[in-house]
């Protein structure tokens, strides 16, 4: 079986592109960082990879807003290769400024069903500015709600960092949570830093509201990531490329950390999809 193609999609001010395509080919897969421009000239380039993949950083500055122009390329200029791209037997995968894209361009929640979006009103949420109302990193505790995404399976619960300004999630409708919920779309919460309770029931995960630092940014229902109805579509806050290794993690002389971070498990998950 041929390694899966992974097609690490930058733009100007992206600049978390090296690390990830580096995650995907620790697990197997040949990860090509492909510039935004040259996907413009050539979207039919897109039908060579079975992982389209949007990273970190701040796309064209962030300059109207995190992942705005961005999202509008692909929507408007790229609406065909990405309709085509999801109706096929692939993945996509946003983290962190790649979430915001997929957000605004109207790739999450719905994904192929709901591709593409008449407008920005029909967004069912948005990605806006920390409750605190500025830029945090911090390393957070996560538990996987949506356990049927494909980037997601085996993992019930994982620590990574976040760094971003704009990361509160707010639906449209106040109905939008529970709907989520219903079709198993809400795929990672933050979660308390003591985690010797154990997993909490989605109800409890979701319904107790949590304060900074546990849920850095203030988002509804604890989000940190939503999955499409498919499970073959991720976007999320947190930054899996940057806990790839145990001495990645600011305690890992203190807790004896070793072997592998939590991070890679999601690269890898998307590899194996493909075995």
Avoid at 133 to 151: K, P, S
Avoid at 239 to 257: M, V
Wanted: proline share 6%; glycine share 10%.
């Amino acid at each position: 079986m041929a390694s899966p193609r992974i097609c690490v999609l930058r733009a100007p001010g992206t600049n978390c592109d090296l690390e990830t395509a580096f995650a995907f080919e620790q697990c197997g897969a040949v990860a090509d960082q492909i510039h935004l421009f040259r996907l413009l000239e050539q979207p039919d380039l897109l039908r060579d990879y079975q992982v389209l993949c949007i990273p970190g950083g701040f796309s064209y500055g962030d300059d109207i807003g995190a992942g705005v122009i961005l999202a509008n390329q692909l929507r408007i200029r790229l609406g065909d290769a990405i309709g085509e791209f999801l109706v096929a037997d692939k993945l996509v995968l946003g983290i962190c400024n790649g979430f915001q894209v997929l957000m605004r361009a109207g790739l999450l929640p719905g994904g192929a069903e709901t591709w593409p979006p008449k407008s920005a009103a029909d967004r069912e949420a948005t990605l806006t500015w920390n409750t605190n109302g500025r830029y945090t990193a911090v390393w957070v505790q996560l538990q996987t709600l949506a356990t049927q995404n494909v980037f997601l399976r085996g993992i019930e619960q994982l620590e990574l960092p976040v760094a971003h300004a704009e990361g509160q999630l707010l639906p449209t409708s106040p109905d939008a949570v529970t709907r989520w919920q219903q079709n198993r779309q809400i795929a990672l919460c933050y979660r308390q830093r003591d985690i010797s309770a154990g997993l909490l029931s989605p109800e409890d995960a979701i319904g107790t509201p949590l304060e900074y630092p546990d849920n850095p940014n203030g988002s509804t229902g604890n989000i940190a990531g939503l999955s499409d109805r498919s499970g073959r579509v991720l976007g999320l806050m947190p930054h899996p490329e940057r806990f790839l290794h145990a001495t990645q993690h600011p305690q890992w002389t203190r807790r004896g950390l070793r072997g592998e971070g939590t991070g890679m498990q999601i690269f890898r998950n998307a590899v194996d999809y493909f075995g």
